[in-house]
């Protein structure tokens, strides 16, 4: 299978705008240098393979949901609830700092 440059950064753009993020904001969450993720959507280049793994990482998804753009992030599963899905979504959008405020708020809202 040839892959497309098109759709990798057609579906890079897609999660940067459902995050509201910029391409700087991604390159701190994936700790890919800017300059780096800029030449992927100015040359409309296909990252590697190891990169496209950073930045899945940085959007927090596998690479299986990036090469499957119907799939939701959050699957509605009947494990989840619809707050417990708007908690992760609006995680997601959080940068690092304020990831691990949330999640130290959260131990101690549990006590732990």
């Given at each position: 299978?040839?892959?497309?440059?098109?759709?990798?950064?057609?579906?890079?753009?897609?999660?940067?705008?459902?995050?509201?993020?910029?391409?700087?904001?991604?390159?701190?969450?994936?700790?890919?240098?800017?300059?780096?993720?800029?030449?992927?959507?100015?040359?409309?280049?296909?990252?590697?393979?190891?990169?496209?793994?950073?930045?899945?990482?940085?959007?927090?998804?596998?690479?299986?949901?990036?090469?499957?753009?119907?799939t939701p992030i959050?699957?509605?599963?009947?494990?989840?609830?619809?707050?417990?899905?708007?908690?992760?979504?609006?995680?997601?959008?959080?940068?690092?700092?304020?990831?691990?405020?949330?999640?130290?708020?959260l131990d101690g809202?549990?006590?732990?």
């Amino acid at each position: 299978m040839e892959l497309e440059s098109n759709f990798v950064t057609e579906r890079m753009n897609q999660l940067l705008q459902e995050r509201h993020w910029t391409i700087y904001r991604l390159a701190k969450e994936s700790d890919i240098a800017y300059s780096s993720l800029n030449n992927i959507f100015v040359r409309n280049t296909v990252p590697s393979v190891l990169t496209l793994e950073k930045i899945c990482s940085g959007f927090q998804i596998t690479l299986s949901q990036f090469f499957e753009p119907d799939t939701p992030i959050v699957a509605n599963s009947d494990m989840l609830s619809t707050d417990e899905r708007d908690i992760i979504e609006t995680y997601r959008t959080l940068c690092k700092s304020d990831k691990q405020l949330f999640k130290a708020y959260l131990d101690g809202l549990a006590k732990r």
